[in-house]
């Protein structure tokens, strides 16, 4: 067994000598190496896709409750009831989107905004292989609300 094997690495060792590389390995390296490039564009660039959703869902949340705050006041002072100003509250919300840098809409249904938000990502590792950005949604509700006094 000694001797077989002891035969072998001789082989290989003369093979190597003679400069005998046929470019096999190197296949095999590429191929990992972009298996691995691959993995970590979709780890890295996947990561910051969830971040930047995660970002549009704020900004679609927090643009809402910017819309939410535009409340009719001579109507609550006179009426003692919550209405919204349809056009300040759409105007609020989109200001509050374009201010993110993203893009979206924003509508008034009775007391309550709506806006979606669109987000894109560029990404950092994927776009090697062609997918350069990332589009991501998100909506977010809020209603106009009167407190109650404790």
């Known amino acids: 067994m000694k001797q ?45 896709a969830l971040a930047g959703k995660a970002r549009a869902l704020d900004v679609a949340q927090e643009a809402a409750r910017s819309g939410a705050q535009q409340l009719d006041i001579g109507h609550l002072r006179h009426h003692d009831d919550v209405r919204l100003v349809r056009a300040d509250a759409t105007r609020a919300a989109r200001a509050y989107v374009t201010s ?24 950092q590792i994927l776009q090697l292989i062609g997918l350069r950005t990332l589009t991501l949604h998100a909506s977010g509700t809020a209603h106009a609300e009167r407190a109650t006094p404790q």
Do not use: C, M, P, Q
């Open 4 to 48: 077989r094997l002891r035969a072998h690495l001789a082989s290989v060792r003369a093979g190597f000598a003679k400069g005998d590389d046929r470019g096999e390995v190197t296949a095999f390296v590429i191929g990992i190496v972009a298996a691995l490039w691959l993995f970590a564009g979709i780890v890295v660039d996947g990561g910051l």
């Open 100 to 123: 993110a840098k993203d893009s979206g809409n924003a509508s008034v249904k009775g007391n309550a905004v709506t806006v979606h938000v669109t987000h894109r990502y560029h990404t």
